[in-house]
């Protein structure tokens, strides 16, 4: 049987070109430590700043504010951290569609202040503005406040420049945590203005194991992982070479004008999922069906368990995802349905990347039909 992988938005597999950039840089003199002055050394270096620019040049930044971290995760949390230790005592503003390392990585370190979003999971200004305004009013100005440039369950794209403003007319740091969003859609960090942006180089078919946070022109954060002076003192360890020359591919091909075709061709792949759910009995599209992430739909099915239809995909050689409990190690339905007001044990993710075909979209919009029903006659 043929595989459909329909589950990019939690990681995307490597791209051929990125594995081939990659591969002389696992070995052999790949393997230098880029921190020392012999010529291997220097090799390594010279390959981990132009990965560096290429990735600036994807979010139309400069290379010297590009970090690279481990991964989407701890750019998040090296930018709660830095945030919290520059502002102590501000609590920390954001939404409770907020990814899992956002929210907690904040309520570890800050008090926390959630504005609320309305049912298509995007950010209410006005409640985000007065969430700002009483985080002041506790005692210090808010350390940090958080904004997603695109949700990474529902899709749904968020006022990401309104906020930053709102936050620049206050004084308040602002974090947009970028992971699910860029690759997928189109980045300027220079208009944009944020203080801080996280990004992981896998959710765009990279490497998995390498991201950045791009922080601000003057902003000095503490750094979250000490024992060393890389990445200008702002992050210790010796830097990943191979993984950072693949992100830096990875960027390369999407600045070059992919991104728009691929951008393009997810719009319309999974405008057939919308459609097919349009046409069904039960299912019900959870978040802003035009204002999205183009990779990215979720939908709710009536009815049946959420469990139930991913393995009933998942023998018909499809693989897709659910933001309810049963498809995560966590014991609690998914905040960010919850917070939309959405059956949070109902839902299911589709997601396509650069590799997804229409034959990967024909076997979903022919199976899940025929999944729903039969788990639907189960039940009578």
Known sequence: MSRHYLDHASTSPCRPEVVEAMLPWLAGDGSADPGRVHTEGRIARVAI??????????????????????????AINAAVWGAVQARPGGAVVGTAVEHSAVRDASARHAEVIEAGVDGLGRIDIGAFGAALDRAGRAGSPAALAHCQLGNHEVGTLQPAAEVVAMCRDRGILVHVDAVAGAGH???????????????????????????????GRGLRLAPLI??????????????????IVGFGAAAELLADGRLDEERARARRQTDRALDLARSLDGVTIYGDPAERLPHIVCLGVTGVEAEAVLL????????????SACSSESLAPSPVLEAMRADAERSLR?????????????????????????LRALRV
């Open 185 to 215: 859609v189109p980045l300027d960090l220079s208009r944009l203005d944020a203080d801080l942006v996280s990004l992981s180089a896998h959710k765009l078919g990279g490497p998995k194991g390498v991201g950045a946070l791009v922080v």
């Open 312 to 323: 009933g995909l998942d023998q018909a050689g499809i693989a897709a995802h659910s933001g």
């Open 49 to 74: 700043e132009d990965a560096r620019a290429r990735v600036a040049g994807l979010l139309g930044t400069r290379p010297r504010q590009v970090v690279f971290t481990s991964g989407g995760t701890e």
């Open 350 to 374: 589709v997601s396509v990347g650069w590799s997804t075909t229409d034959a990967d979209i024909d076997a979903f919009v022919e199976g899940l039909p025929r999944v729903v029903e039969r």
């Open 226 to 243: 000490l024992g060393g002076e890389q990445e200008r003192a702002r992050r210790g360890g010796i830097e990943n070479t191979p993984a």
